[in-house]
């Protein structure tokens, strides 16, 4: 198994910055993959970016250029670094976990609020 612990949870103004950390334990071994998503009050979930163990990362069109997403393999964690934060940006931030079973391991969610 696969444990996932998000940190980072914070309310800022538009225009602002934010750092999220995914802390990832357990049998580490088995990812392939970490993505974030989000969800947004009366939204469909909806993928952010995703980092693979190779470092190669990909992206929402509405999040390009805005937000970056990084790993340090040594500490077991996956970092998105929002910047230029807008209020359509407000959501419960979820990351997980990519094995051979899709997305199978979920973090608890933190959330953003911009305003």
């Known amino acids: 198994h696969v444990q996932l612990v998000e940190s980072g949870e914070g309310s800022v103004q538009a225009g602002g910055s934010l750092r999220l950390s995914c802390a990832e334990s357990g049998d580490t071994y088995m990812i392939n993959c970490v993505g974030w998503f989000r969800q947004a009050p009366g939204k469909e979930r909806e993928g952010v970016a995703a980092?693979?163990?190779?470092?190669?990362?990909h992206y929402a069109d509405s999040v390009k250029g805005r937000f970056t997403i990084s790993r340090d393999n040594a500490k077991s964690t996956v970092y998105l670094q929002m910047n230029s934060l807008k209020s359509e940006d407000t959501a419960l931030y979820y990351c997980?976990?990519?094995?051979?079973?899709?997305?199978?391991?979920w973090g608890q969610g933190t959330q953003v609020t911009v305003s």
């Open positions: 997980a976990a990519q094995g051979v079973a899709g997305f199978a391991y």
């Open positions: 980092i693979d163990q190779n470092g190669a990362a």
